[in-house]
């Protein structure tokens, strides 16, 4: 009797503790599945931050370091110094090229001022052949009236042949010096010509002579930019990632040096499944759980999502049409930001590349 009470009390207590067990199952399968119908999470989610990379515009060796590792630093406060030596030698060098440019362009154009005086000499010159030519002229025709006058009384014997000749050597002396004249004015047009030919070429070489100097104020301001190049300076606020830097150390200009992290602009990337992105929309609440602090539930919402898969963007991307082919589930990064009214100090421990867990509430 008494062991047929203890199976009893036995087989209760099992039927008890089994219902509890179905009941909580239940229960908490019953949660899951309505919880999974209204929500969407995953935990491949990291915290990011804007990387800012420090890259010298110069190449040259470190002349000193003004920061240190995990460094809190201002817009515009000196990074590091790179030795200037060479950068001032090529401003004074981009100067006296510009000296000697201004100095050839006042010597085009005096030479621009001087053939400019020879055009008008070589005008002047050649009105002035023209009114003499005219005057000449004028005592040929007259020495020739009066030839053909001595001629008629020499053929009437009405003078002397040595009269008659002094008409003739004068009709001829007049007309040699009319033509005289006119091959000297000739001369004046060929010298006008050539002046005004010269004068073009100068005003080109003086044209050539401004180009030069700008083309020595655009050097001379590249040397003075590469010279300010030498100052690092932080472009953005934020904090220094590890400096790996010496003094003495040889940077090239485009090499990527550290990082100055932006603590002003923080977000979380989740990469969904592409099977749970039927539901997701931009604008939707999101719960968001970081591992460093799991204590604290930060809110956010969903803000934009990739335009590819994390694949896509790989440094080998996967193509589909070579080998044999095995589907496997995609991942898309899904950009959720944080909302105002989180939480200001745990925002700011937050770092780039931290695990969190996210929520999306798709109802």
Known sequence: MENNT???????????????????????????????????????????????????????????????????????????????????????????????AESAYEVAKADVNATSANVAISEATILSNTETIEAAEIKARQAANDFIRYENLYKNRSITKQQYEQALTAKLEAEKHVEALKQQRNASNSQKQAVISKTNVVSKQTQVALANIEKAKAALKAAELNLSYTVVTAAIDGQISNIKLQEGQLVNQGQSLFYIINNNDTWVVANFKETQLNKIRPGQKVEIKVDAFPDNILEGEVESFSPATGAKFSLLPPDNATGNFVKTVQRLPVKITFNANNNKEIIQLLRPGMNVEVDVHVK
């Not at 207590?13 to 019953?30: D, M, P, Q, V």
């Open 6 to 100: 203890e199976n009893k009390s036995s087989n209760k207590k099992f039927i008890i503790i089994f219902a509890a067990i179905i009941l909580l199952g239940g229960s908490f399968g019953t949660y899951k599945y309505l919880h999974g119908q209204a929500h969407e999470t995953t935990d491949d989610a990291q915290v990011e931050r804007l990387l800012n990379p420090i890259i010298p515009r110069v190449s040259g060796y470190i002349d000193k370091i003004y920061v240190k590792d995990n460094q809190y630093v201002k817009k515009g406060d000196t990074l590091f110094t790179i030795q200037p030596t060479d950068y001032e030698v090529k401003v004074e060098e981009a100067k006296a090229a510009l000296l000697a």
